[in-house]
């Protein structure tokens, strides 16, 4: 990945949407069909806001009714995201980028082999009440969703780049709500 001058590149964005996207694709959410849902959800991250409108977005489109106000509801839908973030790590077999001592010259970096693997992790944790006597429903209670993108170089000379982030999600446990 390049830097860029927004807060996150493209890339890191697609790797944390996709995996967001998988993660919702698991979760069956036709008890909610036709059903006044007040949704909330938590996330350690400054992703929480995206997170919680693409997961609404996704539940109305499979024919949950959103309502803003809990007291509006016929279910609460409490979504928890212990994990939402991209991850990187890096093998590299040859000469990091270093400084002659002394003289301070800089030196680049010589890769025999080097790879840069970006990961994107959602995990999503569910649960459903009743909003009049909190009774609860039974949901897949948690649901993982991954991205990948992976950077070679071999020789210095050969780079390219394997990932997923064009490959769509599954569909979803349920079929879509039939237009109105």
Excluded at 157 to 173: A, G, M, N, Q
């Amino acid at each position: 990945m390049t830097p860029t001058a927004t807060a996150r590149s493209s890339i890191e964005q697609r790797l944390l949407a996709r995996s967001l996207e998988r993660a919702v694709a698991q979760i069956d959410v036709s008890l909610f069909h036709g059903k006044r849902v007040f949704l909330d959800l938590a996330a350690l991250t400054p992703d929480e806001a995206y997170a919680r409108a693409y997961v609404g977005a996704e539940f109305r489109q499979r024919g949950a009714l959103i309502v803003g106000d809990a007291s509006e509801s016929e279910v609460r839908v409490q979504v928890m995201a212990p994990g939402l973030g991209v991850d990187q790590g890096e093998t590299l077999i040859g000469v990091p980028a270093t400084l002659v001592p002394l003289l301070g010259i800089p030196i680049p970096e010589i890769a025999l082999f080097k790879w840069t693997r970006h990961r994107g992790t959602t995990e999503l944790k569910f649960y459903a009440y009743d909003s009049k006597d909190g009774r609860p429903f039974e949901v897949a209670p948690t649901a993982l969703g991954q991205s990948r993108y992976s950077q070679f170089i071999i020789l210095v000379l050969v780079r390219f780049t394997r990932h997923d982030l064009d490959k769509v999600p599954p569909p979803s446990p349920t079929t879509p709500a039939s237009p109105r």
